[in-house]
């Protein structure tokens, strides 16, 4: 079995197999504590599925193809966590040897939590295949403990209480991890100098204290040579186009890049989302927007992609979607791009278009975000096919503060000779500031007694706008 690598993020987790790295949440919250050896199940071999652990069984119309790959899924997701408990990889990889039994009890409970897709023929994303699987394997650890090895290695049967009481919380082991990293990136050498890594990464603009952040968040990158592993990926970014002084950003945002391996993994990647469309010629742009994208695997691009095109929107406009916005790719496809894509429908507002416009917006919570927003507009007497209107010229007002944006620059637009209507046509006010831009240009305009459209008073330069107040101002001069 060949080795995985394993990169850590703040909160997250992200790990690479041969051929893909893949981005796993850990934050999921433990509702249930299951009760693993509640009954006692045997591994059946020929079955697709096994008896769950209550003892209610799964279906088994599964295809071979279909069933092997997510073996394969199962077993990566299996060997993260048992890499974040801090197991070697030879450990691991011997671990996951023995876990045939405890790998189909995973995919059977795979199918279990989504029996109904299986059902309409409906295959699942990695992605989705992960949030099913990781929060069960963080219940059991939390009930188990570090015993969860012998869990794996011995399923169905309990482990021996003898060596689960002789082992220390896994919580002491990944401290001690991150202590050790710590040190390895503070102590001093025999010449009273800090490592050659961390003067490096000093002399390309990061401060100590945010190394010291990143192996914080991220452990490993204390152990990455600096030829190896560090080097090369700035002088990537700098051939790319990145602008020295934009490297240090980027490699605090996202250290696991430099953990990643170029030949297996970074270069094919960016050749696949050229493939995409990613312009090529913005690297550097979209890497310092978004450094992430090139540390996700390609079945979670393509998922994104592929909801894209569901939408109906072309190869060449996804493309520019991905160098524009490239974050969008971030944004599960189940959790947030369809249901937000279906509730924008339900306003009468092309979520293809909006998409276009406004990407943000479709990684805003639903109800605690879009609603409130669209009812604000609603609720200031708006029709519904205003706020239709408004919302796609300008979907990015989601994005925006109610109490610190849309409510006193809607207090102010009140005190103006503009209509509702107005604000229909340009709702791209409310992306304007209030002291430094509305409220002067307005008070001009009105001293000089003339009246601009909306648009023509916030969206021209400062030049243009003098230009506008000017020539209407003789106009009204010589109309007299």
């Excluded at 974040?84 to 030879?90: D, I, P, V």
Aim: charged share 25%; glycine share 4%; aromatic share 8%.
């Amino acid at each position: 079995m060949e080795a995985f690598s394993v990169l850590h993020a703040p909160k997250q987790l992200v790990f690479e197999l041969p051929t893909m790295p893949i981005l796993v949440p850990l934050t999921s919250v433990i509702r249930l504590r299951v009760k693993l050896f509640r009954q006692s199940t045997a591994c059946q071999a020929k079955s697709v599925a096994d008896h769950d652990l209550d003892g209610s069984s799964t279906f088994t119309a599964v295809s071979s193809s279909l069933l092997a790959s997510e073996k394969e899924e199962a077993k990566a997701v299996l060997s993260l966590f048992l890499r974040k408990l801090g197991l070697s990889y030879a450990t691991t990889a011997r671990t996951i040897n023995k876990s045939d039994c405890f790998i189909r009890h995973l995919i059977s409970r795979l199918h279990s939590v989504h029996k109904s897709r299986y059902l309409v023929g409906r295959e699942l994303t990695t992605l989705e295949i992960r949030e099913a699987l990781v929060p069960y394997l963080e219940s059991l650890l939390e009930e188990h403990g570090e015993v969860l090895v012998d869990i794996v290695e011995n399923f169905p049967n309990p482990p021996g209480k003898e060596r689960s009481s002789q082992l220390s919380p896994p919580s002491v082991k990944i401290d001690m991890k991150k202590k050790k990293a710590l040190s390895k990136v503070s102590n001093l050498d025999s010449d009273g100098q800090l490592p050659m890594q961390v003067r490096y990464l000093l002399g390309i603009g990061l401060d100590h204290g945010q190394i010291k952040d990143m192996v914080r968040r991220f452990p490993s990158f204390a152990y990455y040579s600096l030829d190896g592993k560090i080097k090369p990926v700035v002088e990537l970014l700098i051939q790319l186009g990145v602008p020295e002084s934009d490297i240090p950003s980027i490699i605090f945002k996202r250290p696991q890049l430099c953990g990643i391996s170029f030949s297996e993994n970074l270069m094919p990647m960016m050749k696949y989302l050229e493939s995409l469309g990613v312009d090529k010629r913005q690297w550097a742009k979209v890497i310092y927007r978004f450094p992430a994208l090139l540390t996700y695997s390609r079945q979670k691009v393509k998922a994104s992609v592929d909801y894209l095109a569901e939408l109906g929107i072309s190869a060449e406009v996804i493309g520019k979607i991905l160098t524009r916005c490239p974050h969008i790719v971030s944004y599960s496809v189940e959790d947030k791009l369809r249901p937000t894509g279906e509730y924008f429908e339900s306003l009468g507002v092309n979520a293809a278009i909006l998409l276009q416009r406004a990407p943000q917006a479709f990684g805003l919570s639903i109800e605690a975000n879009l609603k409130p927003v669209t009812d604000f507009f609603l609720e200031k007497g708006f029709a519904m096919e205003e706020v239709t209107t408004i919302v796609s010229r300008y979907g990015t007002l989601y994005t925006f503060s109610l109490a610190e944006n849309l409510h006193p620059k809607w207090e102010f637009f009140l005190t103006t000779d503009y209509k509702k209507s107005d604000l229909v046509k340009f709702p791209q006010y409310f992306g304007y500031r209030l002291e430094e831009r509305i409220k002067p240009r307005y008070k001009h305009m009105k001293e000089l007694g003339v009246r601009l459209l909306l648009n023509q008073l916030l969206s021209t330069s400062d030049a243009e706008f003098e230009k506008i107040v000017q020539k209407k101002l003789k106009k009204l001069v010589d109309g007299r």
